[in-house]
């Protein structure tokens, strides 16, 4: 366990404390995974190469590509066809991602051309401060992450003046309407990879590539009466991403384990997950496999570890909204800082059914954790998660799990405060078995 809860004292601060500083540190899933990695590195985890030969023995690895990464820990004793545990995740979320001729403006305006990311609450981006984050490519082949994480750019809402209608449901067009700016004067070719090339101490001819996204620069901040929320961007998803790499660090140091722990955490959730890095592609097949060879096992191994392997699939829900209460289902209202929630879809829309909801309502239980239900209203579509593609692609069985947040996949949505440390610990036992 992360820490024992007392009843006078139910949450510990300092974990969400920690999460605010894992969602500041990480404005892109390239910085998620990097800032995963460090945790794991400190924890004693070590990197392993996709094109290197890999060993079996006991300890902790993880495999980084792109925006994602898979980590586990072979514990002592752990045979070729031990069954894995597996945390699911996505690093991933909503927002204006630069386009590959980024130069761009009007009307005397420098502006910067950007791609919509997933399903944005377009408004939510509107008359905020933004940053610019990402990846960049080098012409010798290595990348390099960038953060110029301070006010660059903004989305500017149209004067109430200019636009009487504005408040009978804003229209923006996906286009024309979200283009930020980024100065003032003509738009000049190059601009922006000169800018990135002096954020990152390098010479503008030697970056050939990138992936650059823009992320809100407000820290995320304590928020009611009480301070028992949190107000904060990306918590879809990295509020699972950070909790399940702290379960699978905490799971390692517990020791003897009756399973292989996994922390898998993806790219590309928001647009369905099907790339090399997503859930729908084989990075998690090929790294389980592997690590099942590695340790002297052969196909048979690997379809006995996957027959006795579960994966909670943890990521946001809704909770119930104060003012549209009338959107949820009535009998299923999840809460801020009710524990985390079971996500149910017999259209599977979700992958849980009753015996994955025994496993974690087992998991909670031994954690000392609530639980909560959501179901979606009959009348209102149900999303979905990297939880039923997991469970299709790998025939493994999965349990879509999460946190109940308002606002979700908007620039700051908001969560319990106590509730991110309640799916860790709830992970934690999981992953301890
Ligand atoms: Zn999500």
Request: charged share 20%.
């Amino acid at each position: 366990m992360l820490g024992r809860m007392s009843t006078s004292r139910r949450f510990d601060r300092g974990h969400t404390d920690d999460l605010a500083s894992f969602l500041t540190a990480s404005p892109t899933p390239y910085h998620a995974v990097a800032t995963a990695a460090e945790r794991l590195e400190k924890a004693g985890f070590r990197r392993l190469a996709e094109t290197d030969a890999w060993d079996g023995g006991v300890g902790g690895r993880y495999v980084l590509r792109g925006g994602a990464i898979i980590a586990w820990y072979v514990p002592e004793g752990a045979a070729p066809a031990t069954p894995f545990r597996i945390v699911g995740a996505h690093t991933d979320s909503p927002n204006l991602r630069v386009k590959p001729v980024p130069d761009t403006g009007a009307a005397g305006w420098r502006q910067i051309a950007v791609e919509i990311y997933g399903g944005t609450l377009l408004n939510t981006w509107l008359d905020r401060d933004l940053g610019l984050a990402g990846r960049l490519a080098l012409r010798d082949g290595s990348t390099r992450l960038v953060n110029a994480d301070r006010p660059l750019l903004r989305v500017p809402q149209l004067a109430i003046h200019l636009d009487r209608q504005a408040n009978e449901g804003l229209k923006l067009d996906r286009q024309r309407h979200m283009t930020p700016i980024w100065g003032l004067g003509e738009p000049r070719e190059g601009d922006l990879v000169e800018f990135l090339a002096a954020e990152a101490g390098l010479d503008a001819a030697d970056i050939a590539g990138w992936d650059l996204m823009a992320h809100s620069v407000e820290p995320p901040a304590y928020l009611g009466r009480d301070r028992e929320l949190l107000a904060g961007p990306r918590m879809d998803n990295l509020l699972s991403v950070h909790a399940g790499t702290a379960a699978l660090i905490a799971a390692a140091d517990a020791g003897d384990l009756p399973y292989v722990p996994v922390l898998a955490a993806f790219d590309h959730e928001e647009n369905g997950s099907q790339s090399d890095t997503g859930a729908d592609g084989p990075l998690l097949g090929n790294v389980l496999e592997r690590s099942v060879l590695a340790r002297g096992g052969g196909p048979e191994d690997r379809a006995r570890a996957y027959a006795g392997t579960v994966c909670l699939s943890s990521d946001t829900g809704h909770a119930v909204h104060p003012n549209y209460p009338e959107r949820h289902e009535p009998g299923h209202h999840p809460m801020p800082n009710g524990g985390p929630i079971l996500k149910v879809n017999v259209n599977q829309r979700y992958a849980t059914d009753g015996t994955g909801r025994a496993v974690f309502a087992a998991a909670c239980e031994r954690a000392g954790v609530p639980w909560q239900s959501f179901v979606s209203n009959n009348a209102v579509p149900c999303g979905t998660t990297i939880g039923p593609i997991t469970a299709a692609r790998h025939g493994i069985a999965t349990v879509d799990i999460g946190v109940a947040i308002l606002s979700m996949h908007s620039a700051r949505e908001l969560c319990g405060a106590d509730d991110p440390f309640l799916l860790a610990n709830a992970l934690t036992a999981f992953l301890e078995g």
